[in-house]
Each structure stands twice: as C-alpha cells, then as structure tokens.
C-alpha cells in the first residue's frame, strides 16, 4: 500500500464491560467495545488504527489515521488515512477524511468532508451474501 508496511496491528483492548468517563490518548492500535465518554485520539505523529465494535459507543470526537466503525459515535470524527464505515456503523456528528469506505446500511448524521489535498477517494463496498 504505497510502498510502506500496514501493520493493522491491535495493541490495546477496552471491553464491552468496560466504561470511561474522559479523554483517551493512544499509540498504535486499539479496539473499544465498551464506551467512551470523551475524546478519543490518537499519536499524529505515528500510524493508528482504531476499531469500534457493533457494541461500541463514544460520546466525543475521534481523530485517528485509520478508523474502523460497526458501532456508534457522538460527534465530530477525523480520520487522516481510511475511514471504513461498516454495515451498522451509526455517527452523529461532521466527518472529515482522506479516504472514505462505507457499507450499506451505514448512516452519517452530519456533513461529510474530504480533509486533504487532491481528489477525494469513494468507495462503495459491496457486501456478499
């Protein structure tokens, strides 16, 4: 993927158990199952992935290289990289990104924007059977 490694690697997990109340800051990758209230961001300065389950909720805004959306989030979401909008992926909120992917079945309650220079990448997917 332009001549650099995509590691997609998960280095943390927040469980469907699990509730914060405040901001989370990461390095690398993360999973949340559980909910955020407050802000989710990531390093700038190095790759990131964030993945949020079907079971997932965050109330805040989210800023991440590559974001993963099954689940449902409460405000403003930056996404530097790919932003992947999965079937049941509900957000509220403006949606900034470089690189869009979005399921059918996905809804965006807000105004989508492309955040880069150069043309904007669409891609519809097509799920199978």
């Known amino acids: 993927m ?3 490694k995509n590691k997609g690697t998960i280095d943390s997990l927040i469980g469907i158990s699990t509730s914060i109340v405040g901001d989370v800051h990461f390095k690398g990758g993360l999973r949340l199952d559980g ?3 407050g802000n989710v961001i990531a390093d700038p300065e190095e790759p990131s992935m964030l993945v949020i389950s079907e079971h997932a909720r ?3 805004e989210v800023r ?3 974001l993963v959306v099954n689940g449902e989030i409460i405000g403003p979401v930056h996404s530097s990289e ?6 049941k992926a509900r957000i509220t909120g403006d949606v900034y990104y470089k690189a869009l992917e979005m399921h059918g079945g996905a809804l965006v309650s ?3 924007t492309h955040d880069q220079i150069g043309e904007p990448v ?3 997917a097509m799920s199978g059977g």
């Open 122 to 124: 669409l891609k519809l």
């Open 2 to 4: 332009l001549g650099r």
């Open 82 to 87: 790919l932003l992947e909008l999965q079937p």
């Open 64 to 66: 991440v290289a590559h």
């Open 35 to 37: 909910s955020i209230k």
């Open 58 to 60: 965050i109330e805040g």
């Open 110 to 112: 807000g105004k989508l």
